[in-house]
């Protein structure tokens, strides 16, 4: 709502979460994009997140560009 950097959430500090939890394994797409979705509802000043994860080329015997998932959460 304004210009002002102290009302908004350090995208660095996203980027950081996204790249931890991805380094996680995980056997289901679902288990990172939870995890990511509940670190970032930690951080301050956010009200809700919505994250999609794809898995490009994914090893099933289907014609896909991508498969994903998207999970929202809020406070």
Excluded at 1 to 11: A, E, G, S
Excluded at 33 to 45: C, E, G, N, P, S
Aim: glycine fraction near 2%; aromatic fraction near 2%; hydrophobic fraction near 40%.
């Amino acid at each position: 709502k304004t210009d002002n950097l102290n009302d908004t959430v350090d995208y660095a500090r996203i980027i950081e979460i996204v790249k931890k939890q991805m380094a996680i394994r995980s056997n289901m797409i679902e288990h990172p994009a939870k995890r990511i979705v509940d670190k970032i509802l930690l951080l301050h000043k956010v009200q809700k997140v919505k994250v999609e994860v794809e898995k490009i080329q994914p090893p099933i015997d289907a014609t896909f560009d991508k498969i994903s998932v998207t999970i929202e959460g809020k406070n």
